[in-house]
């Protein structure tokens, strides 16, 4: 893990509440949009985008910056891609950070 690529891509508070509100997607979603809701998929970008009150193609790009440094996982299914957390990598990150920080 590079902890600078990682650390660039959650460096604004936007990408850091998609980070706290993907932890737990029922808490921070409103049912209505997580009625077809799959934990082994995530939550689909047009939802994120909602909640986050930006436009789709400025969380796209926040989620795929996201999922290049390993934070976050896609799942593409028909037209909809989905993101989940990848717990590996932010336990990870937590101990490099608790390591060398």
Known sequence: MKMLEVIKSISNQTRLNILT????PVAYFPAEELADYKPSLGVCVSD???????????????????SAANLLVSTR??????YKRNEKAIQ???????DNL
Request: no cysteine.
């Open 48 to 66: 994120i985008a909602k909640k986050a009150k930006m436009s789709i193609p400025t969380v796209s790009v926040y989620l795929k910056n996201m």
């Open 92 to 98: 990870q990150l937590a101990q490099l950070i608790k």
């Open 77 to 82: 299914k028909d037209q909809w891609t989905y």
């Open 21 to 24: 509100w993907l932890k737990d």
